[in-house]
């Protein structure tokens, strides 16, 4: 099998409040360039997107952005990428996005990043992918996204094993060996119940 070589990394065109989520971005930039992971993120050159971005370029790595033609000034186009495609809608941007990523992890960011999100669990879910998914838990960010997945767990809306589909870990130092563990693992057949 081969090492994951690209990973999609969904987080917020804002940089939030805390100073811990712009800390998490830029010391996962660093481990991404360290290990030679190439970045796939929503080209933004604004909040932990840009960040993140920012890092991972300044460490030596390198950075693939996909932005769509009217977000590109709103987001401002990170022009300093190995490569930022342009494309005409955001089904066209998560699209690439996938194509061109072996695995996915989630920093914090708002609805955009939900949706990107319960899009690509939703994919593995229904055996369109087996791509490992790692949520990063920055200071329990993610908690009230965790206890909506159990409460549609517990409603008999999910089954049990959907909590397979992705992996949580609490810092980002922990996303690279959680990629390692979980590089394509068997996903059981979610698609009776959804």
């Given at each position: 099998m081969e090492p994951i070589s690209s990973l999609c990394v969904y987080c917020g065109s804002s940089a939030g409040r805390?100073?811990?989520?712009?800390a998490a971005a830029e010391r996962l930039g660093r481990l991404l360039a360290e290990n030679r992971i190439r970045?796939?993120?929503g080209g933004g050159r604004i909040g932990l997107m840009g960040i993140l971005a920012d890092s991972v370029i300044a460490a030596g790595g390198s950075a693939i952005g996909v932005i769509p033609r009217f977000l590109e000034t709103r987001e401002v186009g990170h022009q300093a990428v190995?490569?930022?495609?342009?494309?005409?809608?955001?089904h066209e941007?998560?699209?690439?996005?996938?194509?061109l990523s072996d695995a996915f992890a989630v920093l914090p960011g708002?609805?955009?990043?939900?949706?990107?999100?319960?899009?690509?669990?939703t994919w593995r879910q229904i055996?369109?992918?087996?791509?490992?998914?790692?949520?990063?838990d920055i200071d329990g960010y993610w908690r009230?996204?965790?206890?909506?997945?159990?409460?549609?767990?517990?409603?008999g809306f999910a089954r049990p094993e959907c909590r397979q589909l992705f992996t949580v870990v609490s810092d980002v130092d922990e996303v690279i060996p959680a990629l390692r563990r979980e590089h394509a693992p068997s996903v059981p057949d979610l698609t009776e119940r959804m």
């Open positions: 805390s100073p811990i989520y712009r970045l796939v993120f190995d490569k930022l495609y342009i494309v005409e809608s955001m941007r998560k699209k690439l996005m996938f194509d708002g609805f955009g990043t939900l949706d990107e999100t319960f899009e690509v669990i055996k369109l992918h087996d791509k490992p998914i790692i949520m990063i009230p996204f965790l206890d909506l997945a159990e409460q549609a767990i517990g409603q």
